[in-house]
């Protein structure tokens, strides 16, 4: 994910961010003015970001002084103002503690705000660091103007106020919500990377002008759709401004593919990830102590290392080697120079690439652009996002939220970096539910009454995808393989090996079963259409062109030599043939999310066995039909033309093919 999030609360979280994070993530010198530490430390002051700042006297973009931060999040959720706000009602004859009640937004709280960080992908940031003046105010502007969307899409559609006895109601904020954004250039490591946090008050105003405070778990629980979204927002925007694309790129094996900024090579993402390498290397030394941990004896299988486990270990990794910030300060100009002399350096990459990264990026995006066709279908990209939600989340169930998320993923997929219309995720999510969803909420509790809340899982089983993957070469090797499942038991562990020896089994990672699950549904219904409607050609070879029964079906039964024809005046086509004829001759997604030959072995083994199954209900269907026909033909004539099954014309429509 490109945007995280951290629960900030009042006391000593709240002196890290205001010691350290303001200023750049280092370290302000003791007595030093906010202001002055930020520009010893090269960053820009905080900003005042949020629909709500005007309840609260405060103006977009106004500069955040150390005052109102402390007041706001070190003070338990008081007005920015409040000392001001103080002094007049004490100037006013009030007492002490009615003065200290009219500067606080309500209740006093513990957790006083939420930290969103938000950084691009590396390549993006990558052409931010090596580019031209140009290039760099054109990234920066679409990372700022995603951050703004994805804050009015959390105010929208995300952010609750509880209240009443245990939280039962909840109200949107109306005036909208408070935050402040500090700019960031570099990381821990001294490499670059452009990113900025978004501190963001729990303090909300309802409609009757009393102070609550935003529900946390909402904002945790939607953190991965938010991040969807920024990440395509800011892709989209640096595409059309800079004439680039992204493309598919598979970091780890078996996860989901990035998107990633075509043409920029993969050896300066690498030379930007020091601290994933760190982090790795960690990694790997506390899952050897993970395993020894519970050697008690001799035991006679060796522990899983569960993804949940593994995420665990990852964060006590990135504690543990965490490196400690630059001292000296330098100024952006400094640093992108010295950015690029190490790049030239250390990362193996040639000069003149890094020198003319962006443009290699465009042309990378002009091949990219001319042979994949941009074509969104919302039918089928609601069959593989329900797939993959229902494929890799636990149990298959799922919240509308999940829908979202992966709505959003595979959009950026299909679009390459092209822009698409505000509400199209929810379209896809939409026809999701309706179609592939069934709803499996309990009607008895508060929280599942709510549209977020609602428990849905698909109407489709997928019980006979292949539990794991298997080399079609090699012989398995029971003593080598890792458990399918939770409930397996672990490779059986040979005497006189330490745990540093062996191969730590681990669950296998769910998104190749996704990527599966997707497939065989979309196949599925293309041989289900395809029986209903004999004599139409549907080859289809690309991610998303596998359709649904209803929208295959033509307005006619046609002959396979006039498959190609253009439709008459005034009638409509079930599908788009040009855009169809553009997308077969495109590069498939496909191959671009790097199918092994064991997966696609698997997919045409479970595909032909449903083109067989269909063939064989059609089969039958015609049989059923030709002895109706027959038993038609036996009645005397007078009543002949009453029981005659209607023939269907040459330009009945859809209910023709039935």
């Not at 300066?268 to 290397?281: E, P």
């Not at 997919?603 to 209900?617: G, I, P, S």
């Not at 027959?630 to 209607?646: E, F, G, L, S, T």
Request: charged share 30%; aromatic share 4%; proline share 6%.
């Amino acid at each position: 994910m490109t945007v995280d999030i951290r629960i900030v609360r009042a006391g000593q979280m709240y002196r890290y961010y205001l010691r350290q994070t303001v200023v750049g993530d280092g370290r302000r010198p003791a007595r030093t003015p906010l202001r002055a530490a930020q520009e010893q430390a090269g960053v820009p002051v905080g900003r005042w970001v949020g629909r709500g700042l005007a309840v609260l006297g405060l103006a977009p973009g106004e500069e955040a002084t150390e005052q109102q931060l402390r007041n706001l999040f070190g003070e338990r959720g008081r007005h920015p103002y409040a000392d001001r706000i103080e002094a007049d009602r004490l100037a006013q004859g009030a007492s002490p503690t009615e003065a200290y009640r009219a500067g606080a937004l309500g209740r006093r709280v513990t957790v006083t705000g939420v930290d969103f960080v938000f950084r691009p992908q590396p390549s993006i940031y990558l052409l931010w660091a090596f580019g031209d003046e140009e290039t760099r105010l054109v990234i920066e502007a679409a990372h700022e103007r995603a951050i703004v969307r994805v804050l009015e899409w959390i105010e929208d559609e995300v952010a609750v106020i509880r209240y009443g006895k245990d939280g039962n109601y909840r109200v949107r904020p109306p005036g909208g919500l408070v935050a402040v954004r500090f700019h960031h250039y570099e990381a821990r490591s001294g490499r670059p990377l452009l990113h900025d946090h978004l501190l963001l008050s729990v303090k909300g105003q309802r409609l009757d002008g009393k102070w609550g405070s935003i529900h946390t778990l909402a904002l945790h629980e939607n953190t991965v759709a938010a991040s969807a979204l920024y990440n395509e927002l800011v892709a989209a925007e640096v595409c059309e401004e800079l004439g680039l694309a992204t493309e598919p790129r598979t970091v780890t094996p078996g996860r989901r593919p990035v998107m990633e900024i075509a043409g920029v090579p993969h050896g300066l993402i690498r030379w930007t990830a020091q601290r994933s390498d760190q982090i790795a290397a960690c990694l790997a030394e506390l899952e050897h102590e993970y395993v020894t941990a519970v050697d008690d004896g001799e035991p006679r299988f060796l522990p899983v290392v569960s993804e949940r486990a593994r995420a665990k270990l990852n964060t006590i990794a990135a504690r543990k080697t965490r490196p400690p910030k630059r001292g000296k300060a330098r100024s952006l100009a400094q640093l992108r120079a010295d950015w690029k002399a190490s790049a030239i350096r250390t990362s193996g990459v040639a000069a003149d690439v890094i020198s003319s990264l962006l443009e290699y990026a465009r042309a990378a995006a002009a091949v990219i652009r001319a042979r994949v066709a941009a074509v969104v279908d919302i039918a089928l990209a609601a069959v593989d996002v329900t797939a993959t939600v229902f494929v890799m989340n636990n149990g298959g169930r799922f919240h509308r939220r999940h829908l979202l998320a992966e709505a959003r993923r595979h959009l950026a997929l299909v679009l390459r970096g092209r822009r698409r219309d505000p509400g199209l995720d929810d379209q896809v999510v939409a026809t999701a539910i309706t179609a592939h969803c069934l709803d499996i909420s309990e009607p008895t509790t508060v929280r599942g009454l709510e549209a977020g809340y609602r428990l849905y899982t698909a109407r489709w089983a997928l019980s006979d995808l292949p539990a794991r993957r298997r080399s079609p070469t090699a012989a398995p090797d029971p003593d080598r393989h890792p458990p399918a499942g939770p409930g397996e038991l672990a490779a059986p562990r040979p005497p006189g090996q330490d745990a540093g020896e062996w191969e730590i089994p681990r669950i296998p990672l769910q998104y190749d079963r996704a990527v599966l699950a997707g497939a065989v549904v979309r196949e599925k219904l293309r041989t289900t259409a395809a029986a209903a409607v004999r004599g139409r050609a549907y080859d289809v070879v690309a991610h998303q062109q596998a359709a649904m029964p209803e929208q295959l079906l033509a307005s006619e039964p046609v002959d396979p030599e006039h498959d190609g024809r253009e439709p008459e005046a005034g009638r409509e086509e079930a599908i788009d043939m040009t855009a169809l004829g553009s997308l077969r001759e495109s590069r498939t997604d496909v191959e671009a999310l790097d199918l092994t030959a064991d997966r696609l072995r698997r997919l045409q083994e479970v595909a032909t066995k449903m083109a067989d199954d269909a063939r064989a209900r059609a089969d039958r269907v015609l049989a059923d039909r030709t002895a109706a026909q027959a038993d038609a033909d036996a009645v005397r004539p007078d009543d002949q033309q009453a029981h005659r099954p209607q023939q269907p014309g040459p330009h009945r429509g859809r209910e023709a093919g039935h």
